[in-house]
């Protein structure tokens, strides 16, 4: 089967390699679309800790089941893939928590992943897509799971307001995920002109933070208060500075990106505000089977995808996913 390997720090390949050996208790799925992921990417830059070459990468996928003998599923059936591996007996795990597993792994990091013509996986991970859910949205239900998991079981109430910073992948999904579940309002700060105009084009209002006062403008724009809820989907320092001049006394901030480094914050300001501050890892089974309902609930989710391209522009596809100003937001590779 066609596959991109991992051979190395900034090295991959399209190659022709077996095709998976099945486990016990695991299907085989044929790949149809494929997203990178910023995981991904750190795993090209030969900056993940666990991921080892030779490995096919990819744990935002799409496809249809090919075996049989799955539960309650034909072989044919059009699905995604939940891809956390959780060992079922630390103390998370036991405590219903097996996404924050001590060991926790994901297919395409731990095990061979979805960036292959097919993909061995668990068979309780295998979730039906919907008729009206394309194989193309399939392989996005894994990023808006990771913003479903953000505002479920925290509090979010409909009619809440919500900032969300910072207008990636999962910065659109965010904002897309809090109008979808009733924000009264969604104001997003991104400086980069495309990024911008692609949220607005999806009807969100948009501001750059260049020359901004933080704390007058989001009062300004609240009423005086702040907002309700505060998205961090940029996770860098100069958004760490901001957070609690945004939020609300005794609003939420919630820190979805992934802090590539350590960053500060004035913890006085939390303290008088009396904010929470939470941070949000992946999703659970339920966040992924709602994602996989969602991502049909508005048309927008699809603009969030600004390239699909054939297996073969592998090395292409991570070019415009790590270039600064490719304009690309979210590139697939599809195996069709
Ligand atoms: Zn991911
Ligand atoms: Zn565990």
Redesign the pocket.
């Known amino acids: 089967m066609r596959a991109i390997v991992y051979e190395g720090a900034n090295q991959i390949a399209v190659k022709d390699i077996p095709a998976p050996r099945l486990k016990e208790g695991w299907a085989l799925v044929k790949v149809s679309h494929a997203g990178i992921c910023g995981t991904d990417v750190n795993i090209y830059s030969g900056f993940h800790p666990r991921a080892t070459a030779p490995l096919v990468m990819g744990h935002e996928f799409s496809g249809t089941l090919e075996s049989d003998g799955v539960p309650g599923m034909a072989k044919g059936t059009r699905v995604t893939v939940y891809p956390l591996l959780?060992?079922?007996?630390?103390t998370?795990?036991r405590e219903g928590n097996?996404h924050v597993?001590?060991?926790?792994g994901l297919l395409g990091i731990d095990c061979d992943g979805g960036f292959g013509e097919y993909v061995q996986v668990p068979v309780e991970s295998i979730i039906p897509l919907e008729d009206r859910v394309s194989f193309k949205m399939g392989a996005l239900v894994e990023p808006v799971a990771v913003c479903v998991h953000a505002l479920r079981g925290r509090g979010f109430t409909p009619g809440d307001n919500a900032l969300v910073i910072g207008g990636g992948a999962i910065g659109l999904c965010t904002a897309l995920t809090l109008r979808v579940f009733g924000a009264s309002s969604v104001l997003m700060f991104e400086n980069d002109p495309f990024r911008a105009e692609l949220a607005r084009s999806m009807g969100f209002e948009v501001v750059s933070t260049v020359g901004m006062d933080v704390e007058d403008y989001c009062k300004s724009r609240t009423g005086g208060d702040g907002f309700d809820w505060v998205m961090d989907c940029a996770g860098v320092q100069p958004v760490a500075n901001m957070l609690l001049d945004a939020v609300k006394v005794r609003g939420h901030i919630l820190i979805i990106a992934s802090y590539p480094k350590p960053a500060s914050m004035p913890f006085i300001k939390g303290m008088f505000k009396e904010i929470t501050i939470e941070f949000t890892r992946v999703y659970r089974r339920k966040d992924f089977a709602v994602a996989a309902q969602i991502v049909a609930a508005d048309p927008n989710f699809e603009k969030v995808i600004t390239h699909v391209l054939p297996v073969e522009d592998a090395q292409k596809g991570f070019d415009l996913a790590m270039t600064k100003g490719s304009n690309a937001i979210k590139v697939m590779f599809s195996f069709d």
């Open positions: 959780s060992c079922g007996h630390c998370p795990c097996g597993c001590n060991t926790l």
